[in-house]
């Protein structure tokens, strides 16, 4: 059974960088053709997709955060992790992590994470 669970910090100061980690159980990282993607969902808005990084390495970013994103994978760990540098409140999300097949919309994704809420406030 495939897992994904996310965990970070609930709060961050506007300013600093973000740090999200999802730990996948079940299936690796590196398994043919799996894309992993993180996805937030703002209160009261839809989801969007923040970038992905797929089973080869490569990384795929959203072109309105890429400036601003980064995401990377630890295969030892079999996690993969979100960086989300200079965030303001409107960053403030429930953060989600998810599997797919290279697709960006939410109903490209075949397995999720939980989500995790993350504030953003001094």
């Known amino acids: 059974q495939v897992q994904l669970q996310e965990s970070g910090p609930g709060l961050v100061k506007p300013s600093q960088t973000l740090a999200l980690s999802c730990t996948v159980s079940?299936?690796?990282?590196?398994?043919?053709?799996?894309?992993w993607s993180w996805i937030r969902q703002p209160p009261g808005k839809g989801m969007e997709w923040m970038g992905a990084?797929?089973?080869?390495?490569?990384?795929y970013y959203s072109p309105s955060l890429k400036n601003h994103t980064s995401i990377s994978r630890d295969t030892s760990k079999n996690h993969f992790s979100l960086q989300l540098r200079s965030v303001t409140p409107e960053n403030a999300a429930e953060y989600y992590c998810?599997?797919?097949?290279?697709?960006?919309?939410?109903?490209?994704?075949?397995?999720w994470g939980k989500g995790t809420l993350v504030t953003v406030s001094s």
């Open positions: 998810a599997r797919g097949l290279g697709g960006r919309a939410d109903y490209d994704m075949d397995c």
């Open positions: 990084i797929a089973y080869d390495g490569s990384t």
């Open positions: 079940g299936v690796p990282l590196t398994t043919s053709y799996y894309v």
